[in-house]
């Protein structure tokens, strides 16, 4: 949404040029894929970043990477500096709620996100467009979304402040709907107040944030998706074959094998990312997860009571080495359908592992990394 002197200009041209690019191409023209989690960052130039090539994106990527989750940006567009570790977003300078409406469905198939964050409305309100039925756009838009990619959390900000008295009344009105449409969208449909987290003082031109306020925006994205773990974990987990580690979205660590032991019955622990061999894990396609070869993710005993250790011991083709991924996250002992979790729901260096009935908490997610 670039408004600006030559904007006041050159307005008609650039609703003309904004309707004539919503029609266009909307494959992915360059994009990079880590195998993380797939999160669409969506809405006009505040997602692609105006004045700040990447935007909130960039601090929200290494806010990301430094608290041990591996995200796969997807879209079509395709911006930023090299501290951005993927370029990838459906930012769309210039575009109205109508104009994403438009092409979601086209983008969801193409790219299949995990998770979405929607940051829309404010060219509605700037070109002054049909604003009083601004939020019933809004609303079939995400209605959109949550039928194409019925799996996907999708995380709704109110739209950021701006300076002019005018628009920003405008603004106000807008996002007081807001939370009321959320909340009629079901368990997968979360809110993020974003006009809270930036000042006018945080606006470059009064309309798009400077660095500051992307660092701003980028904290409460960061915070949000925190706040729903479910978001940043990849459905049916790793992929075969492929050593990864696996993240507790909850604590942010690692499950590791205590000691960097080899020896059978050493217990499993969460602990700081760090990429050694004893937290590399290899799924295999009889449903074990080995570790330094020849050793196994295991349930001591072949137990299936609560509370029993998981430890690491020779592989040996039993029903306590074969776990399921489940979409939510979980790692379920396929034999007992109960979940790999974190003792206490811990956080903390050290804390071991153990069988549990699935109970949906954070303590039982595990992200790839």
């Given amino acids: 949404m670039r408004w600006n ?17 919503a029609l266009a191409q909307v494959a992915p023209a360059q ?26 994106r960039i601090n929200l990527w290494q ?28 930012g769309h300078s210039g575009w109205r709620i109508d104009q994403l409406d438009a092409n979601i469905v086209t983008w969801l198939r193409a790219t299949d996100p995990r998770t979405v964050l ?37 995380f709704v900000a109110t739209i950021t402040p701006e300076s002019d008295p005018n628009r920003e009344a405008r ?23 974003m006009h809270a987290a930036l000042a006018t003082a945080d606006l470059a031109d009064g309309v798009h944030p400077n660095a500051g306020g992307y660092d ?31 993240v507790n979205p909850a604590s942010g660590r690692c499950l590791d094998v205590s000691g960097a032991s ?15 061999t004893n937290q590399r894990w290899t799924r295999t396609a009889a449903g074990e997860l080995r570790v330094y070869g020849d050793r196994c993710l295991d349930v001591n005993g072949g137990a299936s009571a609560d509370g029993t250790r998981v430890q690491i011991w020779t592989c040996n083709g039993t029903a306590a080495q074969r776990f399921t991924f489940r ?24 804390t071991t592992t153990q069988l549990l009935t699935c109970n949906g908490t954070g303590a039982q997610r595990w992200s790839t990394r």
């Fill in 5 to 21: 002197a030559r904007r006041a200009v050159a307005g008609g041209f650039g609703l003309v040029l904004g309707a004539v690019l």
């Fill in 31 to 56: 994009a990079e894929s880590n195998g993380g989690v797939r999160v669409m960052p969506l809405g006009d130039s505040i997602t692609d970043g105006y004045n700040v090539p990447g935007g909130y």
């Fill in 63 to 90: 806010r990301l990477a430094g608290g041990g989750y591996t995200v796969d940006f997807v879209g079509s567009g395709f911006n930023g500096p090299a501290s951005l570790g993927d370029h990838d977003h459906e």
């Fill in 118 to 154: 929607l940051h829309i409305g404010t060219n509605d309100v700037n070109q002054n467009y049909d604003v009083a039925n601004a939020p019933a756009r809004l609303s079939g838009l995400i209605d959109k979304i949550r039928s194409t990619a019925p799996g996907a959390d999708i």
């Fill in 171 to 193: 603004v106000q009105a807008y996002n007081a709907a807001i939370p009321g449409i959320v909340a009629q969208k079901g368990s997968k449909v979360h809110l993020v107040d």
């Fill in 216 to 246: 701003k925006m980028a904290a409460r994205w960061y915070d949000a998706l925190r706040s729903v773990p479910d978001s940043l974990v990849p459905a049916g987990g790793p992929p075969v074959g492929t050593p990864v580690g696996l």
């Fill in 262 to 276: 080899t020896t059978a019955g050493a217990p499993t622990i969460i602990w700081d990312c760090h990429g050694n």
């Fill in 327 to 350: 979409t939510d996250g979980t790692i379920v002992l396929t034999s007992a359908g109960k979940c790999v979790s974190v003792t206490s729901a811990g956080t903390a260096n050290g």
